[in-house]
């Protein structure tokens, strides 16, 4: 019985490259969010998506930054053109309905933009 | 706005003592969550405790218990017998019935000493 699970667990990129940071909710759910964590800050909401649709994305960057959630497989946030401003952990979490105060979260992703 | 404040960045408890976190949070909404979530240096955000708004009983989980105070939307964690295990950051966070996000504090780095 699964949690969670986010990979890779540390991810470093130069300036200008790609980012893309992997999310496999937690087995039966099919509502996932996203979550930045600045350096001594609390976590950020980004993007809650459900299987296919992107459902509220008003805290995603305008730019750069892109999340799916396919039929099938993970759900992938995607972040081109990294800058040093990207490096945070990136927390995804899931839940089996919309009542989101059931959320279970995984252990982040920390990117690090050299 | 939906804003969640921890005026406390640092705590301190001994050993088997009783710690107060505090929490203030601001919303028009009358249906809406709270919760408390630890994280370990592992950053693993773990769930504490969940309160809903409509219930007057202040949760409790074994060792943790709230202070929850509706009308001055105050949200405090006590932790009860303190273990070396209770150190961690703590944030305290809230999701209105409305909306698909989590809102977080800023966090309280609790130390636990000997």
């Known amino acids: 019985n699964a949690g969670v699970m986010q990979n890779p667990r540390h991810l470093v990129r130069r300036r200008g490259q790609e980012a893309r940071l992997r999310c496999s909710p937690m087995k039966g759910h099919s509502h996932v969010y996203w979550y930045r964590q600045l350096p001594e800050e609390g976590l950020k909401f980004m993007v809650y998506l459900q299987k296919e649709n992107i459902i509220d994305e008003s805290g995603m960057p305008k730019e750069r930054f892109s999340a799916e959630f396919p039929k099938e497989g993970p759900s992938i946030l995607r972040i081109q053109q990294v800058v040093r401003g990207d490096s945070a952990a990136y927390f995804c979490?899931?839940?089996?309905?919309?009542?989101?105060?059931?959320?279970?979260f995984g252990s982040g992703t920390q990117l690090s933009v050299l | 706005a939906q804003t969640v404040t921890q005026s406390q960045p640092e705590m301190s408890v001994q050993e088997a003592e009783t710690v107060t976190l505090s929490c203030t949070y601001d919303t028009s909404e009358s249906d809406y969550y709270l919760f408390w979530y630890k994280q370990p240096p592992s950053r693993q955000m773990i769930l504490v405790i969940r309160q809903e708004a409509y219930k007057q009983q202040n949760a409790t989980e074994n060792r943790f218990s709230v202070n929850f105070q509706k009308a001055a939307k105050s949200f405090s964690l006590k932790i009860s017998d303190s273990q070396l295990g209770d150190a961690a950051m703590y944030f305290c966070?809230?999701?209105?019935?409305?909306?698909?996000?989590?809102?977080f504090g800023t966090g309280t780095r609790l130390q636990v000493t000997l």
């Open positions: 979490a899931s839940s089996y309905d919309s009542y989101n105060e059931k959320l279970f």
């Open positions: 966070a809230f999701i209105t019935g409305t909306a698909s996000k989590l809102t």
